[in-house]
């Protein structure tokens, strides 16, 4: 078998990248999922898409993805609902510090465009009427943050993919990447030998072996995080609850159910995504300090998935030096499904040697090797 | 019978149709039809329409019951309040 190009992974960012690749005319694009559709992290995520950011590179990409995401259906063709709602996102400031942090990210957004603002508990209170206001000294909201269902908007990508003509393989894994004199010259599967010269990497929390499949060592690892559902209840909350300080998001899903999640601080690199007794524990105690009403509902499922981390948790996206042909679209560090309309867009320009709609070389693997300073995000749970 | 009066999920009113007109479609994973349909994803977690969709998959794949996995088993086994859970951590030590 021969390719044009090998994506490995079809998560997300796989399936954006062979969708905006064939949409501009690519042919012979295969995408290696190692198990089923929407397996990985993408199908695991907390369905929030937000702008309110703390670097440039962060803020840039995920404004322009949620203005894809609001045509997302129409572009796709897409015959489901992908579930889009944009309700916003308040993000509780607890004490000082977070207060002076994120008048300046609001700066920092607005002056990229994106419309956030400065909130009093009060007005607070007003956006989200069983908040604990107690709990908070001031918030940030942007109302054009929102919920997206990982799931719909996956396989959107991936039905627009495969009527572009890209070829899908899953239940297939990538054990070998054969490369020869700094070329890439074979995929090799525990199915068959793919001939080609150009592969992505697009494997989620496994993004670090599929990189030294190919002798590239990328600074990441992946990180287990657990998440819960509630039962469905009636529309009570319009925007994602979140609180960095206190380690939280809750938002309520357009099907009436609450999604929650919280960080483990004392988490070691693994690819467990295991449940635990402790998370719940410690996110049901944290959502009902802030939402107290909310501890009156049943939990439905707990499951968790994989960050794949970076140094300073903003995304590598680009090409490597290194080794010519191959790419990365990795180290999201939770945030790959509301990026990855740009993650498809900027690697396919970046693959096709075209000028990029937003100039990413700072998220270059690069920036790690020439220890420049690059900011690092402190807005993520 | 019409697959169209056929509930095959009655915690997320999932027809058998539903199910068809995704398998028809290639999409034959459990998982991918519970993410897709939301079969399994209710209150029963799965206990009622579990058997009945690895059943229908079986036929639909020509394929044998024991072969056609089910949708991974998350917990909790049953719902519980989260204002129960966080009593009960005020009592451990």
Known sequence: MKANYVIVGAGISGTSIAFHLAQKGVKDIVVIEKSYLTSGATGRCGAGIRQQWGTVMNCKLAKASIEFFEKAKEILKYPGDIEFKQEGYLIVAVNDEEDRQFAENVKLQNRLGIPSRKVTRAEAKQIVPHLNTDAIKSATFCPTDGHLNPFKMNDAFYQAAKNLGVQFLFHEEVKEIVVKDHKIEQVITDKRTIETKNVINAAGGFSKEVGLMAGIDIPVYPENHEILVTEPVEKIQGPMVMSFAKNLYCQQVPNGNFLMGRSNPDAVPSHSIESSWKFLDEMAKTVTEFLPVISKLRILRQWAGSYNMSPDRQPIIGDVKELPGFYLACGFSGHGFMFSPMTGLLLSEIILGQKPTIDIADLNISRFKEAKTIAYEKSVV | ?93
């Open chain 2, 1 to 93: 019978m019409n697959k169209k009066d056929v509930i095959i999920c009655r915690c997320e009113d999932v027809t058998l149709q539903d199910l068809y007109d995704l398998m028809e479609k290639g999409y034959t994973d459990f998982e991918e039809l519970k993410r897709l349909l939301r079969v399994g994803m209710g209150p029963c977690q799965g206990n009622t329409c579990g058997q009945l969709v690895q059943r229908e998959l079986s036929k639909f794949l020509n394929k044998r019951l024991e072969d056609i996995p089910t949708a991974r088993i998350r917990p909790v086994t049953t719902g519980v309040k989260i204002g129960a859970i966080v009593e009960e951590t005020k009592h451990e030590s």
